[in-house]
Structures are given as C-alpha cells and as structure tokens.
C-alpha cells in the first residue's frame, strides 16, 4: 500500500507540474509528496522528475513510469470495488467541471439525492468559465459547451440547449424594444470574450440550416457568465445565453425575451472523459447520473 500511495502522489505532481499544487490537492505536507516521488526513484534506479526552481518536468522514464502508473491506480480502484454487489457502498471522491449555469441550475439542485443513494461518495465540483486541462488537472470528467475541438478525450455527446435573446426592462424603457434586425444598429450588445479565440461579439441568429451574424455595437465586454447576465440586469445591451440558466429572470419579470424569432443556434452539450480501459465504479455511476440529468434538460 505504500507503493501505491507513492505511485498516487508521483502521478499528481506530474499531472500538476507542481510539488506543492500536488500537496494541496491532496492535503498533504510537501515534503511527504517530495520524499515519495524520492523514493521511488531509489527503489526504480531511475530519475522520474526534472526539478527547477522555476518548474517540474517528467524525464522520459519518468513518463513512461506516469502512464503505467496511471493505468495501475485505475486497476487497483476498480479491484477495491469489485466484489460491492450493493451500489450505495461505492466510496470515494468524483471530480467534475461544467458551466456555472449548468452546475447552479441543474446538478446541483439533484445532488442531495445523489449522495443520499450513494452516501459513501464525495463530489468535488468545479465551474468556471475558462477549459481546464481534464488529465493535467486530475478531473474525473468534465461537461463542455460548443464544438470540441479533437482532444484524445472519450466523448459522450448529451444534446443541446436552447438559447435565447433577452433585455431588461429598463433597457427597453430606456432605448425601446427591437422588434426586427434591421433595428439591431440602434441598439447595444454585450460583448462576451472568454479568450481571442472565444469571442462573441455580434448577435447571432439561426435560420435552421445557417447561422448567421449581425455585427453590432457595445458599451461593455465581459469574460464570465455571472458578469454577462449581471450586465444584461443593469441594462447594458442584449444577451444571448440558454434559457436553462435564467428561467427565473424571466418569470420574475427581470429580464424579457425578445427577437423570439431569430434566436441563436443551440449549444452542443457533451461529457468527456480519459481514454481509460477501466474506468473506475465510482466514476461510471456518477456519469451514468450525470447523463441522465443533463438529458432531461437538453434537446
């Protein structure tokens, strides 16, 4: 058992880059993460890290050492639960990223009936905005939005989510409410940029085979979905976002549809996960439920 802690240890602080992210992930000393990877380079005779001060590289042993190593700990989760014919016995930690939206509105909502099913399972939950990095960063899957682009990842395509135009109320007692495209110029968009290659800044449309995209002007440009809809609210311009994540706006009269005809294209919706050949228990039931509720939700 101490070889495969180590072997845990190593495989985060490859993953991480870092000595001391690995420690704080795991919530462990630094110098127990240091003194394990030192160890296993004795007993392997063999240099698995290169060490800076500046950064923590794997050698070539040292990457071989990493995938063999992953593949292990996979084998070795999925043998402490093989012989647990009861699911509710199923323990350990699963960790997911998706879209604020997505985990705010749907999942998390659902998860106090997960974990009642399966008590002995611990989420670690992430939203943000930006992609992270699924093995660098040691998550168990990851729900994405929009195309992908080709990653090596195992990719179980879930639907789309409708979209849909919307203004406040003051934005329309302020400027009025545009009722066709060509009345687009005398109005403002809220622009969105997560990055220089994820950048929305003109309003789009679907006409069932095409999209198509209307340049327009702004006042203010955001790079999160909490200061995207914070900015629609204030009366900033027009949002373009999913229905799924503003529901309640609407019914609290805080924000109003507009353009229903000529909303963008919905946003493909998918869960990715390592190319592994044995996935672990844990993981398997938390995307099998996971699928299932993002399902219901999407088209």
């Known amino acids: 058992m101490e070889t495969i802690e180590a072997i845990k240890r190593f495989v985060r602080v490859a993953e991480l880059a870092s000595f001391t992210r690995a420690a704080d992930q795991l919530g462990l000393p630094k110098a127990s993460i240091s ?3 030192q160890q296993l380079e004795s007993q392997l005779g063999t240099q698995l890290l290169h060490r ?3 950064k923590v590289q794997l050698t070539p042993d040292g990457q071989v ?28 930690i699963v960790r997911v990223d998706m879209s604020y939206p997505l985990a705010r509105n749907v999942v998390i909502p659902q998860l106090p009936d997960f974990l009642q099913r399966y008590p002995n399972m611990q ?50 007692q302020r400027y009025g409410k545009p009722e066709a495209l060509d009345q687009l110029s005398g109005h403002w968009l809220i622009h969105y940029h997560v990055s220089m290659a994820a950048r929305f800044d003109a309003f789009e449309y679907w006409d069932g085979r095409h999209c198509h995209r209307v340049p327009m002007k702004h006042r203010i440009v955001v790079n999160n979905t909490d200061a995207y809809r914070a900015a629609c609210l204030a009366g900033m311009g027009i949002m373009q976002a999913p229905l799924m994540g503003v529901h309640y706006l609407l019914d609290e009269g ?13 946003i493909p919706v998918s869960l990715l996960y390592p190319q592994r050949r044995n996935l672990s228990r844990r993981v398997r039931i938390f995307m099998d439920w996971l699928s299932d509720i993002l399902k219901m939700h999407l088209s």
Request: negative net charge; contains cysteine.
């Open 123 to 172: 989420i670690e939950l992430s939203s943000t905005d930006r992609r992270v990095d699924l093995v660098a960063e040691g998550y168990d899957c990851v729900v994405r939005t929009g195309q992908l682009a080709d990653s090596g990842l195992v990719v179980r395509h879930l639907g789309a989510m409708g979209q849909a135009n919307f203004v406040s109320p003051g934005y329309i």
């Open 254 to 266: 805080k924000l109003v549809e507009i353009l229903g005809e000529f909303r963008a294209p919905p």
């Open 65 to 92: 050492f990493y995938e063999r190593g992953k593949h292990l700990l996979g084998e070795v989760d999925e043998l402490w639960t093989l012989f647990q014919g009861d699911d509710a016995s199923v323990s350990g």
């Open 35 to 37: 003194n394990a990877v």
């Open 52 to 54: 800076t001060t500046r």
